[in-house]
């Protein structure tokens, strides 16, 4: 069972940055792509970011586009959400999520194409 385990999520400013990171169990990289998605209180759960396991491919959400960028460390077993411009709008549990392709440069941006998800952390942003 694939294990993953997000940190990085506290308070912050409007404007400020942080960085997720979800750290993996096991060597899951090179065969699985990953994507951050984020719920706020009675909203439904949004995709946000995508990577290949490769890293050669990315996909960021409109929302957050030119704020937000993903990356994957595979020496690390770890991906990376760095989160610029942070604005209120961005407050939510943000949740990492893991699925097995035998393709270097797909992504997901649907939810229910991930097989193991994190317990997610909490971003909340102030005003």
């Known amino acids: 069972q694939v294990k993953l385990v997000e940190s990085g999520g506290g308070l912050v400013q409007a404007g400020g940055s942080l960085r997720l990171a979800c750290a993996a169990s096991?060597?899951?990289?090179?065969?699985?792509?990953m994507g951050w998605f984020r719920q706020a209180p009675s909203k439904e759960r949004e995709f946000v970011a995508a990577?290949?396991?490769?890293?050669?491919?990315?996909n960021i959400a409109d929302s957050v586009k030119g704020r937000f960028t993903i990356s994957i460390v595979n020496a690390e077993n770890t991906a990376y959400l760095q989160m610029n411009s942070l604005e209120p709008e961005d407050s939510a549990v943000y949740y990492c999520?893991?699925?097995?392709?035998?393709?270097?440069?797909?992504?997901?941006?649907?939810?229910?194409?991930?097989?193991?998800w994190g317990q997610g952390t909490q971003v909340t942003v102030s005003s």
């Open positions: 999520a893991a699925t097995r392709t035998g393709a270097s440069s797909k992504l997901y941006k649907n939810s229910d194409e991930y097989d193991y």
């Open positions: 096991e060597r899951i990289f090179l065969t699985y792509a």
């Open positions: 990577v290949s396991w490769s890293g050669r491919s990315t």
